[in-house]
């Protein structure tokens, strides 16, 4: 494993970015690939043999590009496909989950809501991870609800129109009248839509979990010994099943990054 070699990022489409910039804040002179799985998004809707499938290739084609680790920036990925992943590569290979521990600390009601897809909500890995943190804490009462049309919204790169703040209200209008203080984002493409989810939620706390996931990237790179060597920032270089210069445009201002990176862009299937 080179020590230079880049660190995969992928998602269904662009939420991961989230997760890739907080990766760069913490790790600024690593290489990144982030591939955007546009073309096939969204996960949450499909079956787990579809994921897995989306997944699996995926996986394949950034180790084909010599990453030494792969972030799976995407909730639903992770709670179906990532044990499959690690089953078939010895990179390290860091997942995401919603954020219920940190909730916990921060709830004053003791009412949570956990907004995510309905595949993730539904998915063995999260029923786990709620039956972890229940048990420890069964006074904690989490609501769950799925963000019906976030993800499309993200993708759409709409995420402060009159339209973008009703289809978050439908969302979270209930779960801040069942007297939820505290809202937990369980799908990357979600904290794209944090200023329509707080004018939603009237003050609510919000947990994003992507700090901790570039977190856990960093120790599984330390425990690797493989920190990139430079001394002068990282590159992206982004790959995608979409329609690539619409994706290179959102990623362009979702990441707030030089134009001249749409060039980067590697068209996929």
């Not at 499959?84 to 809501?113: C, D, F, H």
């Not at 907004?115 to 904690?140: D, F, G, H, M, N």
């Not at 978050?168 to 937990?184: H, I, N, Q, S």
Request: hydrophobic share 45%; glycine share 8%.
């Amino acid at each position: 494993m080179s020590a230079s070699a880049p660190i995969g990022v992928f998602d269904s489409g662009v939420g991961g970015l989230s997760v890739l910039k907080a990766a760069q804040a913490q790790l600024p002179f690593e290489h990144f690939i982030y591939y955007a799985d546009s073309g096939f998004a969204p996960y949450g809707d499909k079956s787990d043999a579809y994921v897995i499938a989306r997944s699996e290739h995926i996986g394949a084609w950034l180790v084909s590009q010599e990453v030494k680790a792969i972030v799976v920036a995407c909730n639903t990925a992770t709670a179906i496909a990532v044990q499959a992943l690690r089953a078939r590569y010895r990179l390290p290979i860091v997942g995401i989950e919603p954020g219920l521990k940190p909730a916990i600390a921060a709830t004053r009601s003791g009412k949570i809501g956990v907004l995510a897809t309905a595949r993730t909500l539904a998915s063995e890995r999260y029923a786990k991870l709620l039956a972890r943190v229940q048990a420890q804490s069964p006074q904690i009462n989490f609501i769950p609800r799925v963000g019906e049309g976030w993800v499309e919204q993200v993708e759409r790169g709409d995420f402060d129109s009159s339209q973008a703040s009703q289809t978050v209200k439908r969302a979270v209008t209930p779960l801040f009248e069942a007297g939820c203080d505290t809202l937990v984002l369980g799908c990357t493409h979600y904290p794209f839509l944090s200023q329509a989810i707080q004018a939603a939620a009237l003050g609510a706390t919000i947990i994003d979990t992507a700090p901790a996931v570039a977190r856990e990237l960093e120790r599984r790179i330390a425990t690797e010994a493989v920190f990139n060597p430079a001394t002068i920032g990282g590159t992206v270089r982004l790959a995608t099943t979409g329609d690539a210069p619409v994706v290179a445009q959102l990623v362009i201002r979702m990441l707030g990054i030089n134009p001249q990176t749409a060039a980067s862009f590697v068209a996929t299937r």
